[in-house]
């Protein structure tokens, strides 16, 4: 029975970190898409989007780095997402 619990955790395990080797990858349609696009399809899923021009360059750093760690969004789309916010502030 042992055996058996153990063999399922190393599955869960290997399961895991495949998982989220592949997950830190950039898919293609990722990189075809705006930080216009990104924002919207991201950030309206949880709440309502703000203005660009509600915060500025630094503060959209902040909140777009605090946003990439709650809900996992990769580099590229978080820099893709920052520049538009910046550039339409």
């Known amino acids: 029975m042992k055996k058996i619990i153990y063999f399922l955790l190393f599955l869960g395990f290997v399961g895991t970190s495949i998982f989220s080797i592949s997950s830190c ?6 990189k075809e898409k705006t930080g216009a696009v990104l924002w919207s399809e ?6 309502y989007s703000p203005d660009p021009e509600d915060y500025n360059d630094a503060q959209w750093e902040v909140i777009v780095m605090h946003m990439r760690v709650r809900t996992g969004l990769t580099e590229e789309e978080s820099q893709k997402i920052t520049k538009f916010l910046q550039d339409s502030n």
């Open 25 to 30: 990858k950039t898919s293609a349609a990722v």
């Open 42 to 47: 991201n950030c309206s899923r949880c709440h």
